[in-house]
Structures are given as C-alpha cells and as structure tokens.
C-alpha cells in the first residue's frame, strides 16, 4: 500500500514537513509529486555518508521503498525526476538507478556530464580524484601551482593564502608565521596547509599509483 511507503518517509525524513504538499490531509495525497523526489535529493546532498552512513542509507532505502509502491499504483515518476535533475543540474535518474541497484551500485551524484560531484577535484573541476586523496581535493597540476603560490607568497585564482595564530587552523607543520594555502568554501571553516603539506600528497600520490599499476600487473 501506499500508505506503507508514506509510514517510512514520515520516519525517515520527518525534517522535511516543508517541502510536502500538504492540503490539510497530512499525506493523504499520493506522493509521486514530493515523497518520493525528496527521499531521492536526500541521498544526493548526503552523498559524502556513502556507503554506509546511516542517514544516506536511511534516505536510499526510502527510494526503494516508496519507488516499488509507486510501480505498483503505477505512477510515472519521470516528468518530475526531470525537473529535479534541472533544478539540481544533477542526473537523478541515473541517480534512482543506482540507488535501486544498491549495496551492489554505490549511489554517488553525477553532474550534467556524467562525472561523479563528490570526487571531483575542486578547483579545476577535472575528474576524478584518486580514492585515497581525502584531504587534498586538488589535481597534480592545482597542487603544484599551490607550492608554486605558497614560494612565491603570491595568491592565484581560487587558492587562498593566509597566516594564523589559531593551531587549529593549520596543520601540524606549520606557526604564526608560515603561509598557508586553502580552497576557499562556502563555510565558515577554515584550515590550511603549509608547503610541506602539499608536496607530500604529491609524493603520496607517485607510490599510491605505482602499488595500483603494480597490483595490477600481478
């Protein structure tokens, strides 16, 4: 029934009453047109909790559920999966495949050209980093022109340079008087690295590829 799938939305994602077109009849009306699409948008901004993040799991479970509901009361969803996917430039559809297919297909957001956001590198908008670049989401490329920034005490388009008192604002090599590189975000955060930092991820990155070519060679 479809009041089953609305039950599990309403415990998932009661942080959304909002967004839900709601007439007076709580969720009465049938949800092809908001429950379903919001469970869908709540896996995309989640994405960084994948795999197994309870939350985005949470979010991914609702897809499946409302979606089989929605097959059976045989309710097309496309036409607002697409309007989702231009209001969010994402590609939902590729998106509510993946999470139909999940745990064997981990469900991360593609952009307009089919690159997944999450790994992108950040400055450069190229794809798509390495796994184990966590903490620097800059290309090779971006990293040595940071080195190049931090020598030349001479700041480039989308790279900040900065000193601070604050210890938690700098990574471990660095004092008051080191320069300190960042991308800038839309938070309120801020946290640098020095040079040292960014020549070892380099350095980091030449073994890290040379034990992938090489595993794969075996």
Not at 41 to 56: A, F, K, T
Not at 82 to 99: I, N, P, Y
Not at 202 to 211: F, G, H, M, Q, Y
Request: aromatic share 8%; proline share 6%; hydrophobic share 35%.
């Amino acid at each position: 029934m479809i009041q089953a799938a609305q039950a599990i939305y309403r415990a998932n994602h009661a942080r959304y009453p909002s967004t839900i077109a709601d007439s007076g009849k709580g969720y009465a009306r049938p949800c092809r047109r908001s429950l379903h699409c919001i469970a869908l948008r709540d896996v995309g901004v989640r994405d960084y909790e994948l795999p197994d993040g309870q939350r985005v799991v949470e979010a991914i479970d609702a897809v499946q559920s409302i979606k089989a509901e929605l097959d059976c009361r045989q309710f097309d969803v496309r036409e607002r999966i697409a309007l989702l996917s231009e209001q969010t430039r994402w590609r939902m559809f590729d998106l509510l495949e993946d999470c139909l297919a999940f745990p064997k297909i981990i469900p991360y957001v593609k952009e307009a050209d089919g690159i997944r956001w999450r790994p992108r590198y950040s400055r450069c908008r190229r794809p798509e980093r390495p796994p184990e670049s966590q903490e620097f989401w800059l290309c090779g490329d971006c990293i040595r022109s940071v080195i190049d920034t931090i020598r030349a005490r001479t700041p480039i388009d989308g790279i900040t340079l900065f000193r601070t008192y604050n210890p938690e604002a700098r990574c471990e090599h660095a004092d008051s008087e080191t320069v300190l590189a960042t991308v800038p975000w839309a938070s309120d955060i801020i946290f640098g690295n020095c040079q040292r930092c960014y020549v070892q991820e380099l350095e980091n990155r030449v073994v890290s590829l040379e034990k992938r070519s090489h595993a794969v060679r075996s």
